[in-house]
């Protein structure tokens, strides 16, 4: 979880221009991520609507072994499975 975290306050800092929606997994509590994410004007943190709906309504997908995944591959969405390293690389 770490390793996420860090990646979407990389992204955030890094594209500041374009818009990132967190919906956390239904069973996650949300405080978790208003904690540990770096509030950004470009980041939204939220569990309201469907899984469907911020498929349909985004650009990219970047999940981690979740069946949204394969969801949002049916909607011809752009996904990015992110599976980090558990070697130290350096």
């Not at 239904?26 to 498929?55: A, G, M, V």
Request: glycine share 4%; with cysteine.
């Amino acid at each position: 979880m770490p390793k996420f975290v860090n990646l979407i306050n990389s992204l955030t800092k890094k594209y500041p221009q374009k818009n990132f929606c967190l919906r956390p997994h239904p069973t996650e509590n949300i405080d978790f991520w208003f904690k540990n994410l770096i509030r950004r004007k470009n980041l939204y943190i939220s569990n309201s609507n469907t899984s469907s709906f911020w498929i349909k309504n985004s650009k990219i997908i970047i999940q981690s072994g979740c069946t949204t995944g394969s969801e949002a591959l049916i909607s011809k969405k752009l996904v990015i499975n992110y599976v980090p390293s558990k070697k130290n690389v350096g």
